[in-house]
């Protein structure tokens, strides 16, 4: 049994740190870190995105499990949605186990888990089949964020770490934007290859296998770099102990689902209910071990709250924008695939520039909540303005929907590492990656019922725009929520000093 761990599993001690700094020497190369990172970013989120493009081509060829379905937006929103419930339910144990058996244990764990998955759901023939397979992805792909964002600020110098958490994290956008651009043109490879029908399982390969090459980079890295070598069992059968019930618990109520050919709403809402309980049983576990005034404080709840509505908006762009755009431009699939991609692209500039004004404003005493509020309160309206070009008048070309998507995204974009970074300076650092799995737990709801909620309001108004709007106002909540934040001072108590 490994022992518990307050800063991820290195062997050095505070004093070697410190020698290591006078001399001049760090002893974790913090900007290969960022790089190494960087890349499980693109390669997880390859992973993941790709379902949203794969359903269009479904709907748009009436092929695959979703193309004959009544109401296949819905469905497709569906299917998504029990995903990110997967994902949302390791968020708070795989920031927990990495406290406990080591951040970088957690993060090649993920990695696994992507890689893996990510195959068998392309071997999947069956509709509840490919839900299980995505579920099992999301339950593994969840541990990926907590140890991650505790990794970059136990190892970063002060004046960069939110520069770190956005250049680190700008691995989401590239991952989105190769996600949602490739499966396309994957799609038509299969099919070239004959394929047919089945051309839609390619995708599902091809990124499966970049994601092992970058599990021997990262694997490489951390034995030589961060800490020697990694015991990886006991994180993962206490990962499986947690994840195995739950998987029953998910893929039950869609096969029950499946089989009463209740509304679809029915199993969203019964999905919701499922996560808030499981939220309700965490925050009383954690009460109960003393840790709740550090973790479940009223700043750091109005954090969590107001996070809901960048992960709601994230999987509604990210799931959707590809069929939006088709639908709204009259477009082809590979068209509307690189318009949404502006969207998605445009974390390559606003998560590291986001970063780098936080940091800015905090050397000069800022902090970075007002920027913050700048970055929500621009992005709603541009969405305002997204959600009334594509509300049924005339049709907008591609150029508009791209630039409105750019524009939009980079605020977005710019808006999460900052935020990550004043929760970040909320907590004690032995419980950084705990509460940046509370703050993935409670947002994750916004991921889940996202695309479903969507996809409903598409199949019942002929419209994305109500879609657009209701982003647009969980957006407008969450201004008026930071708004009441009261920001926490810098923590220096770094393990390698700047």
């Keep these: ?47 993941r995105t790709l379902t949203g493009p794969v359903i269009a081509w479904m709907i748009q060829n009436k092929a695959g499990f979703i193309g004959d379905a009544a109401n296949p937006a819905t469905l497709g929103g569906l299917v998504g949605s029990m995903f990110f419930l997967g994902y949302m339910l390791t968020q708070y144990p795989g920031g927990r186990l990495g406290d406990r058996f080591g951040h970088r244990e957690m993060i090649i764990v993920s990695l696994l888990a992507a890689a893996v998955l990510t195959v068998v759901s392309g071997l999947m023939a069956g509709l509840v089949a490919f839900v299980a397979a995505r579920v099992l992805t999301g339950l593994g792909e969840g541990v990926f ?42 799609i038509d490879w299969g099919a070239s290859l004959g394929m047919g029908g089945e051309a839609w399982r390619m995708p599902f390969f091809v990124f499966a296998a970049f994601t ?93 709250i107001a996070y809901i509505a960048i992960l709601w908006n994230l999987w509604f762009f990210s799931f959707w924008s590809v069929q939006i755009v088709r639908e709204a431009a009259q477009s082809s699939l590979l068209a509307a695939a690189l318009t949404a991609a502006f969207n998605a692209g445009a974390g390559i500039l606003g998560f590291p520039v986001g ?65 990550q970074g004043m929760t970040g300076d909320m907590v004690p650092a032995s419980e950084r990656g705990s509460a940046f799995g509370m703050l993935n737990l409670v947002s994750e709801i916004g991921a889940v019922l996202s695309p479903v909620v969507s ?17 647009a106002g969980i957006m407008i909540i969450s201004f008026f929520l930071y708004l009441m934040v009261k920001e926490a001072p810098v923590h220096h108590e770094d393990p390698i000093p700047a």
């Design 212 to 304: 092992l090459v970058v599990i021997v980079i990262a694997f490489a890295f951390f034995r030589a770099r961060l800490g020697g070598p990694m015991r990886l069992g006991p994180p993962f059968l206490r990962l499986l102990l947690f994840s195995a019930p739950t998987f029953v618990v998910i893929v039950a109520l869609f096969l029950l689902a499946e089989t009463l050919r209740w509304p679809e709403w029915l199993t969203a809402s019964l999905a919701s209910l499922i996560a808030l309980v499981y939220i309700l049983v965490i925050v009383r576990s954690v009460k109960k071990s003393g840790r709740g005034p550090a973790l479940l404080n009223r700043n750091i709840w109005l954090v969590y």
């Design 145 to 186: 964020y907590s140890n991650d964002r505790t990794l970059i600020i136990n190892h970063t110098p002060v004046a960069k770490r939110t520069l770190g958490l956005g250049v680190v994290i700008t691995g989401l956008s590239i991952g989105l934007t190769l996600g949602i651009i490739l499966t396309p043109l994957m």
């Design 455 to 471: 996809g409903i309001l598409r199949d019942a108004t002929g419209s994305w725009a109500p879609g657009v709007y209701l982003a």
């Design 355 to 419: 970063g780098w004004l936080a940091d800015r404003a905090v050397r000069k005493g800022r902090g970075r909540k007002p920027l913050a509020l700048v970055c929500t309160a621009v992005y709603s309206v541009l969405v305002l303005i997204f959600g009334w070009s594509v509300s049924g008048g005339e049709k907008p070309s591609l150029a508009l929907l791209g630039l409105l998507l750019f524009t939009s995204g980079v605020f977005f974009n710019a808006l999460q590492p900052i935020v």
């Design 1 to 47: 049994m490994a022992t518990d761990r307050s800063v991820e599993g290195d062997t050095a001690t505070n004093e070697q740190l410190l020698e290591a700094h006078r001399e001049g020497h760090p002893l974790v190369p913090y900007k290969a870190l960022w790089g190494v990172l960087l890349l499980g970013w693109v390669v997880s989120y390859a992973d």
